[in-house]
């Protein structure tokens, strides 16, 4: 199978609390599913509709089953099923849930029974690619990397992180998650094609790092602890949907939120009406200039006037094509340093008119 077939992603590789911000007071938005933890993130926010859009059936295959088993599961039992806590019953209650789902979702997990058993939450691509560099990480600098995620604070671990990990073989090992032949042959990734050189992916994965251990602890950010450690687990730090306080509420919320099957640039056929809020992840990973534009232009073509949107920047950094999308530079510069995701630019703003002329 292509990527677009793929199960790339199923975890969490950005940090909610950004799109949370960036979109609040907005009613209908549309969010790229990706692992199904954006959408279902986004149902913290007081938005009456969320879209999840992905172009890839699988993963919105992964959203519709991690939406039939929270509606089913209480906190711990979900874990338990999705793979980030213990359990020896998932293809058992997998079979409980699965009336639950569209024929179309049924025949696929029944043909990934063994992605179930192992737990769907760190069966993506990205996730065993990300376990693979943790344990390269724990054979160079396993003692140290303990004693970065169990600094007392931010002090004690920016200096961790200068005597035991700046300028080391570390270094090289986190750089891996950003080089090109990773995502081309490893992943399969189309984003291959549009990153920069190694030397500019390695400093900027550096400076991001390095800014990190500067700025908030690492054990709470559920991306760093999968590059750190390969997994999460449920005493650990986790996507904001999960946490305690969110899952029931979250739970309650599961009837807002809805699956199309479909691309950005698709908007203004899937006759979905206007959208004010658009979590658009790093579509431009995934773009040349002329397919970015015209992913901008399905936006254009459905947004309601001052319609907000986030945005994420990995490596393919490309102004965005109209005029009428006003960045708000100062929110964004705010959301980039509080994200807890680390590798991001994150771009938010408002769209101050409906369509694009």
């Known amino acids: 199978m292509g990527f677009f077939e793929n199960l790339n992603f199923s975890s969490a590789n950005e940090d909610g609390e950004s799109e949370l ?9 549309v969010c790229l599913t990706g692992s199904g933890t954006r959408p279902l993130d986004m149902l913290l926010s ?22 039939a088993a929270m509606e089913r599961l209480d ?12 359990s020896h019953s998932r293809t058992g209650i997998y079979q409980h849930i699965r009336q639950y789902l569209s024929p179309a979702v049924q ?19 990205w996730e ?46 986190i750089e891996m998650i950003g080089r090109d032949w ?14 920069p050189k190694p030397q500019e992916v390695g400093k900027r994965l550096d400076d991001d790092f390095e800014a990190t251990a500067r700025t908030f602890l690492f054990r709470d950010s559920d991306f760093a602890m999968l590059v750190f450690r390969g997994r999460h687990d449920a005493q650990g730090a986790l996507p904001v949907h999960l946490q305690p306080q969110n899952y029931d509420l979250v739970k309650s919320r599961l009837g807002r939120l809805h699956i199309v099957e479909g691309g950005i640039s698709d908007l203004p056929r899937l006759e979905l009406g206007e959208i004010d809020g658009f979590s658009l992840s790093d579509f431009g990973s995934y773009c040349g200039p002329e397919f ?36 708000d530079e100062a929110l964004s510069q705010k959301l980039s340093v509080s994200d807890k995701a680390i590798i991001y630019r994150v771009r938010a703003g408002v769209i101050r008119r409906a369509a694009h002329g």
């Open 75 to 86: 906190r711990d039992a979900f874990l338990a099923f999705v793979g980030i806590a213990e």
């Open 128 to 173: 065993k690619l990300l376990l693979w560099n943790a344990r390269c990480l724990k054979l160079f600098r396993g003692r140290h990397i303990n004693a970065l995620l169990a600094a007392p604070d931010v002090q004690a671990q920016t200096k961790i992180w200068q005597d035991k990990f700046a300028h080391s073989a570390l270094r090289t090992a």
């Open 182 to 195: 990773i995502w081309r042959w490893v992943m399969r990734e189309p984003a291959g094609e549009f990153l």
């Open 21 to 29: 911000a960036a979109l609040a007071g907005a009613a209908r938005i």
């Open 46 to 67: 007081d938005a009456e509709e969320i879209i999840a859009l992905d172009v890839n059936p699988t993963q919105n295959a992964l959203l519709a089953l991690k939406m």
């Open 292 to 327: 970015y534009a015209d992913c901008w232009k399905g936006i254009l073509a459905v947004a309601a006037a001052d319609a907000k949107f986030c945005e994420r920047i990995f490596m393919n950094d490309m102004a965005v094509p109209f005029e009428t999308v006003d960045v």
């Open 107 to 125: 025949d696929h997990w029944d043909r990934h029974l063994r992605k179930i058993e192992g737990g769907v939450w760190h069966a993506g691509k």
